[in-house]
């Protein structure tokens, strides 16, 4: 599914006029379909008591018509305007069906207003839309709105309540939230989502989403290049399971990591590959981790290494894998690497040399850490890697702060795609998967039960479980990170949203593949 921010989206609103519609048409079409999601959420009109709150521009016009048809329909409308009269010919048409407009100067206590919220079976709020860019002063008419809609929603029988295109005080774009804005219980949302919308903290505060085709040329929706994963994606892009295949037919991986403060991250990895669907997975890692995990890991084979001093994988290890890499179709380097001198040593040593890995390497963890020090790290980073930061790493990577990665998360993602030449995925709340090509995708999971340690361990694993069938890298990170998700998404149902072992998403991976492959 494609997103848009504000600015695409006007331009889809041109593109459907330069092809034969026309703003009120638009308009026509987005009030309805306002109507009906109003109507389907009530179940009846005859008798239900309905506000529509109007701003001044389209936002305020959709409602105008939702208002309209609402009023042919059966239920008893009333319109409110913070700022008041606009859309004169709306006006007309709805002066003739004999709905109350109330002009919002003309109720300076707010008297009218309180009393409208507090009879309504439902709201609608057509205040600002995807317009609004800067914060909302409580003391302007639709702060005001905003805040006794808030008080009646907290109330003994709150009204329910629709938004157009965007509740009130969400950034389309950001996903930013005003203090006061009003979650809904459903929005409707016209053309193409919003980015916003699935970024926190907007993610959730918009209810249920109705996405409605007002008709936006399907050319133009096809240029648009950022999409949010979808299940029936995942399903059209799974890796083949012929019944003839051996082990050979699904790949190998070779795990780089581990040390003596970090035992467990290769294991979560491996394990997390292997239920991906890799064919085989081999370790390389300090001999007493290998004494230590490989009998919890009979399945793996193992490349035992020397460790430096203090219990690492030294700077040589990179000189002894050298002849290893091109038997392997994926890697997965990084996890329990430890940061230290020996480790940016390796990692500088090797990241040439993962070039000669079949499908793809990922780059994870410490070894992240370690390319972000190196002054010539973009260029040697090999073309076909996936990074895997999350918002601090991607911050050392970009030299940046967390902050602005968090508030420019898919600009940066992009940004370090583009910089690296290579695929991103910038984990956390709907993680971002960006492409050196300008592919930029976006998880539509958010999910507190996967920040849990050794999360990040498991999804190097399945996205390197990916490469290793045969994905190139921007599907296989994708298909990481949905697959990753959907399992924390059901085990939420089952455990609520604490208390997860970063090991039950590995076990759990297949039974949620099989779910999602199911016709």
Request: with cysteine.
């Amino acid at each position: 599914m494609k997103l848009v921010t504000a600015a695409q989206m006007r331009e889809l609103e041109q593109a459907a006029i330069a092809a034969g519609s026309s703003e009120p048409q638009l308009m026509e079409e987005a009030g309805l379909a306002v109507a009906q999601e109003a109507w389907m959420l009530l179940g009846t009109l005859e008798g239900r008591r309905i506000v529509v709150l109007a701003g001044p521009g389209n936002n305020g016009g959709d409602g105008l018509v939702a208002a309209r048809h609402l009023a042919d329909w059966g239920a008893e409308l009333a319109v409110y305007l913070p700022k008041g009269h606009h859309h004169e010919e709306r006006f007309g048409e709805l002066n003739d069906r004999q709905v109350p407009l109330i002009d919002g100067r003309d109720d300076p206590e707010h008297q009218a207003l309180d009393g409208l919220l507090g009879a309504a079976d439902l709201v609608i709020d057509a205040l600002l839309g995807i317009g609004q860019q800067r914060p909302i002063d409580p003391a302007e008419p639709v702060g005001e709105a905003l805040t006794r809609l808030a008080q009646a929603r907290n109330s003994y029988q709150p009204p329910k309540l629709v938004a157009v295109d965007l509740p009130t005080g969400v950034n389309a774009d950001s996903g930013a939230a005003d203090a006061l804005v009003v979650a809904p219980d459903m929005t409707v949302t016209f053309g193409l989502p919003k980015v916003g919308m699935y970024q926190a903290p907007a993610s959730g505060l918009l209810g249920k989403v109705q996405v409605i085709d007002i008709g936006i040329p399907k050319a133009a929706q096809e240029a648009v290049k950022l999409e949010l994963l979808t299940t029936r994606w995942v399903r059209a892009n799974l890796p083949g399971r012929p019944e003839d295949a051996n082990k050979g037919t699904f790949g190998k991986v070779l795990v780089v990591g581990g040390s003596r403060m970090y035992t467990g991250a290769v294991q979560l990895a491996a394990v997390a590959a292997y239920r991906a669907g890799a064919g085989l997975v081999t370790v390389a890692t300090p001999d007493a981790v290998v004494d230590r995990i490989a009998g919890s890991l009979p399945e793996a084979t193992w490349l035992p290494q020397p460790a430096s001093a203090d219990g690492r994988l030294p700077g040589e290890t990179a000189k002894t894998l050298r002849n290893e890499w091109p038997h392997f179709r994926a890697a997965v380097v990084g996890p329990g690497l430890g940061d230290s001198t020996e480790t940016r040593a390796f990692t500088w040593a090797a990241l040439p040399d993962l070039g000669d890995v079949e499908s793809g390497a990922v780059i994870d963890a410490d070894a992240l850490n370690a390319l972000a020090s190196m002054p010539d790290g973009p260029e040697r980073t090999p073309a076909n890697a996936v990074l895997t930061p999350h918002p601090g790493e991607l911050a050392r990577l970009m030299g940046t702060t967390v902050a602005d990665v968090q508030s420019r998360r898919l600009e940066v993602a992009g940004e370090a795609a583009a910089k690296y030449g290579c695929t991103v995925i910038l984990k956390g709340a709907h993680s971002v998967i960006a492409s050196a090509d300008g592919r930029v995708s976006l998880s539509p999971f958010a999910n507190p039960l996967l920040a849990t340690a050794g999360s990040g361990d498991v999804l190097a694993g399945i996205v390197g479980g990916y490469l290793a069938q045969g994905a190139d890298p921007f599907t296989a990170a994708c298909l990481g990170v949905y697959l990753h998700g959907a399992t924390g998404e059901a085990l939420r149902e089952e455990l609520g949203s604490a208390g997860l072992l970063a090991s039950e998403i590995a076990r759990a991976l297949p039974k949620a593949v099989k779910d999602i492959a199911a016709p």
